[in-house]
């Protein structure tokens, strides 16, 4: 039972950051080769579903 629960951890630590770093790096490599596309744009909105960038940090004073 914990061993199910560690394997999980492990795929949602490992695989999805990778799995979107890939889709982020193909992205990029697309559109530099034939500009903005659908299929681009598409793989980046993913990619950004799956792991955000980080965002600015708001200052309050």
Do not use: C, N, Y
């Not at 990029?28 to 940090?57: C, F, I």
Request: proline share 5%.
């Amino acid at each position: 039972m914990i061993q199910k629960r560690i394997a999980q951890w492990a795929l949602m630590a490992v695989a999805v950051p990778l799995a979107a770093a890939g889709a982020r790096r193909l992205s990029h490599s697309l559109e530099a080769r034939r500009g903005p596309t659908g299929v681009s744009r598409l793989l980046a909105k993913g990619a950004d579903m799956l792991r955000p960038q980080k965002t600015k940090r708001r200052r309050f004073w």
